[in-house]
């Protein structure tokens, strides 16, 4: 098996034994007639989230990078009966707390390796821009696919939430974590997730929902919406930072040329505006993290992963949200019920909207659906000075297969997914 650059950090463990087993599988099926479908003799890697029995999985942590778990994640079941090869468990931040690096350094953008590759999921995106595997599989709580996948120029899918089991994987949030694919193309999102999704009997936030991907429907009959505060609002000069002024004005014309290339399809974009947001939203983030953490935060197994000053604030704020009142937390919840109701609202009609990637901070879009259990899908839109930029797409509940059918149909027209980092 080939070795991956280790500049980029995006590799915690390759699977070497599992994945020459799964190959010589593959090729004696293949070579047999049996042909289990298009996954069938990938490569891929996962996020170390997902548990595989035989295989550490450290969640990016040094007080866990020795762990073994004794299970299966569901994920990684149905790709292995899809007949995909698991070739390596990827870099994700500790915990998901922290977005600078994990206990083996700080994972790298392939595009630019003086740069990280995003959050969480940053070594899966990190990988597939790099050509390490044909895909990945990322998680997201709120921004872990679409954040990285856009700063590394692949195309990244963050489904509904209950679209996909959670079962074998580390959690953060019982009510915002999901799994998702990150690849090259829309396409292959599709692929993926029409192996991955529906209930399995051991993650019960899952719904029995069908995924009816058709690359062949057609595309002018999509509603679509655009963010008008992407699009319309001032982008003002910064003296003491005019290259992220210059970012700004560039992810902008990218993003107008986008839309100039989705109305040529015969696509009709209306104004679409989001509804409003509090600080309330951390009052149920902090509080489902520090659950999830709550015994390693009081045994004092978690003071081993203070290992740099970018990690060190980590248990302090596990810590910290132990003390947000559970009635706030509650009100909390109701108030995000209302956020649902509201964006239900304000959607309307529409099968979808488009947004787009302003800096690397986190879209304002991308912290809202990430609250509602919206779809989101991320493409590259161009490039900034050799960086990609990124468009995104957010569907209705469980409206993949509309923003999938855009972004396929974009792809079509556009060749910035086809675009490699030159290593």
């Not at 062949?216 to 655009?226: E, I, M, N, Q």
């Not at 995000?336 to 109701?341: A, G």
Request: hydrophobic share 40%; aromatic share 8%.
């Amino acid at each position: 098996m080939k070795k991956y650059d280790p500049l980029l950090h995006c590799v915690i463990n390759l699977t070497e034994e599992l994945a020459q087993r799964q190959a010589k599988r593959a090729d004696e099926e293949i070579a047999a007639g049996t042909y289990r479908g298009p996954l069938h003799g990938i490569p891929w890697g996962v996020k170390d989230w997902l548990a595989v029995r035989g295989t550490k999985t450290t969640w990016g942590a040094s007080p866990y990078k020795d762990q073994v778990i004794d299970t299966d994640a569901t994920v990684y079941s149905r790709l292995t009966e899809a007949g995909a090869i698991l070739v390596a468990k990827l870099s994700t931040s500790p915990l998901a707390n922290a977005a600078r690096g994990w206990f083996g350094g700080r994972t790298r953008n392939p595009w630019n390796t003086e740069q990280g590759a995003g959050q969480s999921s940053a070594g899966p995106a990190s990988a597939t821009a790099a050509g390490l595997v044909g895909f990945s599989i990322g998680t997201e709580s709120s921004g872990s696919i679409v954040r990285p996948a856009t700063r590394c120029g692949v195309t990244g899918l963050r489904p509904t939430f209950g679209r996909v089991s959670r079962y074998g994987v580390m959690v953060v949030g019982w009510t915002r974590d999901k799994i998702g694919p990150m690849c090259r193309a829309a396409e292959d999102c599709a692929l993926v997730s029409d192996a991955i999704y529906g209930p399995d009997g051991k993650d019960n936030t899952v719904l029995d929902v069908p995924f009816n991907w058709d690359a062949t429907a057609d595309v002018t009959k999509l509603r679509v919406g655009y963010l008008r505060s992407v699009f319309e609002r001032e982008i003002r000069e910064d003296p003491e930072n005019p290259e992220r002024a210059a970012r700004r004005r560039q992810v902008r014309r990218n993003y107008e040329a986008a839309l100039q290339v989705i109305r040529a399809l015969g696509v009709e974009v209306v104004p679409f505006e989001l509804p409003a947001i509090g600080a309330w939203r951390r009052l149920i983030s902090g509080p489902e993290s520090a659950a999830a953490f709550d015994e390693p935060t009081r045994s004092g197994t978690l003071n081993m992963m203070q290992e740099s000053p970018e990690e060190s604030n980590v248990v302090d704020r596990l810590r910290t949200a132990r003390f947000i009142p559970a009635v706030e937390y509650i009100q909390a919840n109701r108030l995000r019920m209302r956020l649902i109701e509201e964006m239900d609202d304000a959607l309307g009609d529409l099968d979808l909207f488009i947004g787009s990637h302003t800096d690397f901070l986190i879209s304002r879009d991308t912290r809202v659906t990430n609250l509602t259990g919206h779809p989101a899908i991320t493409m590259p839109s161009g490039f900034f000075q050799g960086m990609p930029t990124g468009l995104h797409f957010t569907g209705k509940l469980f409206g993949e297969s509309e923003i999938l059918l855009l972004a396929d149909a974009f792809q079509a027209r556009t060749d910035h997914h086809l675009k490699h980092p030159t290593l």
